[in-house]
């Protein structure tokens, strides 16, 4: 693995311009905090309560014959998934009776990571130390090593290759029984596996003389690396011989070579949860507007699928809510860096006054997420969210008593 070090500075005004600049961005991120967290608890009760109301309407149904007494009702079916349509990836010869069929593709490169250090200098200044390394690696899209910080490296590790692109191709007509599956539901279906080449398999000639099959890729290596010196290639390896062997298998790990992965998706069992319309299905539309339209691969009952709906729902609301926590706290940080900035004329002073503010942020964020969120919820959950908005009117009462002891030891120290 080779190495190229880069040195920059910056000047303490420089700096300070810089962070004073990102007060203005902070606030906007702060502020993108509070429609984050109160859109987010109206997402999750509106989709918690439209899941209940679903599993209280739901009717369980069999999948072999259509009955026009179900009609706009929501059902619950289960059975196997299945389809005639052929796909096929005819670069590499694949055809299969499949609901989806995927390629992906990777490229040998050399490739540039990056490091970079700061040391603060007495007076405000920062240098930046940032070090660049290079390696052969498979990256999905080639590397374009004219692009590479060492001069040395853009001649030394040179890429090249072309690398097919990925692709996708899905069955049009899909059955569950006697019914059609629409394309949103098809898209819905999973249980993807790596596809197995079949003994015997025969790779197109268009490859080239440098494909191969290897585990559960196609290797694709360039003619350069297989080639064979003339003298090597001539000489008989034994005195009966007249014509040299076939040369071995050209190596993978050189500088663009391809190789390719295919996934596919065959017919089996599901369980869904729909409106049914005719002989196919929609979704369901609750009374308060969400929709519910749930598959699950294998078979698994009504009750089970709205339970994994719900657990679902609760994990994309703690996400938001930490996104959203995570906005005011960035967006605090930033406002008060210009502070440890000023500081950082004396380095440590800096580090302290930065680990004071970030605390100052972190104690700031915090009470306004809780607060932001229970009065979401006297909103849409009335009881919690006068609890939760107890909860956050005590973490406010401590950090302001806090601070007046604080002030009260340093007013008696002095």
């Excluded at 990571?113 to 007076?123: A, N």
């Excluded at 930033?334 to 972190?362: C, E, Q």
């Excluded at 302001?400 to 002891?405: A, D, G, I, P």
Aim: net charge neutral.
């Amino acid at each position: 693995m080779s190495q190229y070090t880069e040195r920059s500075s910056e000047s303490w005004f420089s700096r300070l311009g810089g962070a004073i600049k990102g007060v203005f961005i902070g606030i906007i991120i702060f502020v993108i905090g509070f429609p984050v967290l109160w859109l987010n608890e109206g997402r999750a009760v509106k989709r918690s309560r439209a899941l209940k109301e679903g599993q209280g309407a739901t009717i369980s149904i069999q999948a072999d014959q259509v009955l026009p007494e179900n009609e706009s009702k929501l059902v619950h079916l289960t059975g196997k998934a299945e389809t005639d349509d052929i796909l096929s990836d005819p670069t590499f010869g694949i055809s299969e009776v499949a609901i989806r069929l995927s390629r992906n593709g990777e490229i040998y490169q050399w490739t540039e990571d990056s490091e970079t250090k700061e040391v603060k200098k007495l007076g405000g200044g920062v240098e930046r130390i940032t070090t660049y390394s290079y390696s052969k690696e498979w990256v999905s899209e080639p590397v374009d090593s004219s692009e590479f910080k060492d001069p040395a490296a853009r001649d030394s590790y040179r890429n090249s290759g072309t690398l097919l692109k990925d692709q996708v191709k899905q069955a049009e007509n899909v059955k569950l029984g006697a019914f059609s599956l629409t394309t949103e539901i098809i898209n819905k279906i999973g249980d993807k596996k790596t596809y197995n080449f079949p003994e015997g398999f025969k790779l197109p000639e268009q490859l080239g003389p440098n494909a191969r099959i290897d585990g559960d890729y196609v290797i694709i290596t360039p003619a350069a690396a297989n080639a064979t010196p003339a003298a090597e290639a001539a000489t008989p390896t034994d005195p009966n011989q007249t014509t040299a062997a076939a040369p071995a298998p050209a190596p993978a790990d050189v500088i663009g070579a391809t190789r390719y992965k295919f996934s596919i998706v065959k017919p089996h069992d599901i369980s869904l949860i729909a409106v049914q319309k005719s002989n196919t299905f929609a979704a369901y539309v609750a009374s308060n507007g969400n929709k519910i339209l749930e598959l699950k691969d294998g078979i698994h009952t009504a009750d089970a699928m709205f339970a994994a709906a719900q657990a679902s729902n609760r994990t994309l609301t703690w996400f938001l809510r930490l996104v959203g926590f995570l906005c005011m706290f960035i967006g605090l940080s930033m406002v008060f860096k210009p502070l440890s900035v000023l500081g950082d004329i004396v380095p440590f002073i800096g580090n302290i006054i930065g680990i004071g503010t970030s605390l100052l942020a972190f104690l700031i964020a915090t009470p306004c997420t809780l607060m932001t969120i229970a009065i979401a919820w006297i909103v849409y959950r009335p009881l919690l969210g006068i609890l939760l908005l107890a909860i956050a009117a005590g973490a406010i009462y401590m950090i302001v008593k806090k601070k007046k002891e604080l002030d009260a030891a340093k007013a008696a120290a002095a």
